[in-house]
């Protein structure tokens, strides 16, 4: 039966989170049944407005209904998840276990591990991985707020293998803020390969016939030695592809695969997180997905009062009235989701619009000074 993807939601006052519905093939109406504890607006997303625990009520035009708790609380709420894995491959019959920290970690201790499918993953809530079967599946961390996670990709491979890969193997070398990096020297080693690799003009490199192992893969993002961060590689066939992220003196390594579903994307980055705009402007929003090769980056932009701002679905926000409102912006999965704070001044300039009158009076300073400076020559 149709139903809502969720039966709890746990959130702080002002996060959010975007509700999912398992089939959406009927139409449905959501409702919060206290409006002073939580609202859920057009787009599926709800919305902490105070402490308290209330329910969303999703009614489809079936005449079925489902329902999701609701649970505001207290407290410090949490910022982060970070994971010692953001990508797996096991052999069927295989395990290991998956760290996560939660920051800021005073009163953030609670971590909740969940498989996308438990037939070929299952994770306990110590965070140990079992490979139940061929396939691939994501393991989900959420804090004890759910608008708070991180995911991890997990291929589990038959235990009879494949033929050795002993192929090339490629990928790209991102910056945090999603930009690749030109000029970055890689090393691959095991115990009985080792491999050096440059990445060109467009942050691609590519090793040369590599074998199937475990192998340590460093990258100096900037040539230098002393810079370098390293991470696990697990090389199995011919259809991996890498994209390493460097960020934080850390190295995250997402891999590609050959698998219909592709990568999906694993985070969302906002360059900008608050900005300020006067009445009737216009700015497109800048963000990142990571990685860069993921094929399930549909994104969705919403905005938490139309009467002060609008979005499209590229980004472009627009001013519409004086007040205070976010820009979510989350994947069609509702598995991440970013905002950003936008602060409309009516019948005012907003920042953009000073540094235009800024760079036009820089202009007109330069132009009297060469004025000047001409009028002086001439004199002499």
Aim: glycine share 8%; charged share 20%; with cysteine.
């Amino acid at each position: 039966m149709p139903s809502l993807s969720r039966e709890l939601v746990n959130l702080y006052p002002s996060q959010s989170f975007r509700l999912t519905v398992t089939d959406t093939t009927h139409s449905y109406t959501l409702k919060c049944a206290d409006e002073s504890i939580a609202v859920v607006d057009d787009d599926n997303i709800l919305h902490a407005v105070s402490v308290g625990i209330t329910e969303v009520k999703c009614v489809f035009s079936t005449g079925e209904e489902s329902v999701c708790t609701v649970n505001v609380k207290e407290g410090n709420s949490p910022e982060r998840v970070t994971l010692n894995h953001y990508s797996l491959i096991l052999v069927q019959g295989e395990s290991d276990t998956l760290k996560a920290n939660v920051y800021p970690a005073a009163g953030n201790v609670y971590k909740s591990f969940t498989s996308s499918d438990g037939e070929i993953v299952r994770v306990g809530q110590d965070g140990k991985i079992e490979a139940v079967s061929p396939g691939a599946a994501v393991v989900t961390v959420e804090s004890e707020s759910s608008a708070v996670a991180a995911s991890c990709i997990v291929r589990v491979i038959s235990p009879t293998g494949g033929d050795p890969f002993g192929s090339d193997l490629g990928g790209v070398v991102y910056n945090a803020a999603g930009e690749r990096l030109s000029g970055s020297k890689l090393s691959l080693k095991s115990n009985i390969h080792s491999a050096q690799a440059a990445a060109d003009n467009q942050g691609q490199f590519r090793f040369a016939n590599v074998s199937n192992g475990n192998y340590v893969l460093t990258v100096s993002p900037d040539g230098q030695q002393k810079n370098s961060v390293s991470a696990n590689v697990n090389i199995d066939s011919s259809d991996i592809r890498l994209s390493c992220i460097v960020t934080d003196r850390s190295l995250v390594i997402l891999y590609g695969s050959s698998l219909p579903s592709g990568i999906s994307a694993s985070d969302i980055v906002i360059s900008v997180p608050s900005i300020t705009l006067g009445s009737g402007e216009q700015y497109d929003l800048p963000y990142n997905v990571y990685p860069a090769e993921a094929k399930n980056t549909a994104l969705i932009f919403s905005v938490s009062d139309p009467s002060v701002i609008g979005v499209d679905d590229k980004g472009r926000i627009s001013a519409a009235g004086e007040g205070t409102a976010f820009v979510y912006v989350s994947t069609a999965d509702g598995r991440i989701m970013k905002k950003c704070t936008v602060h409309v001044k009516e019948g005012g300039l907003g920042s953009f619009g000073w540094a235009i009158i800024l760079i036009q009076i820089l202009i007109i300073v330069l132009i009297f000074a060469l004025h000047i400076k001409k009028t002086e020559n001439k004199k002499v």
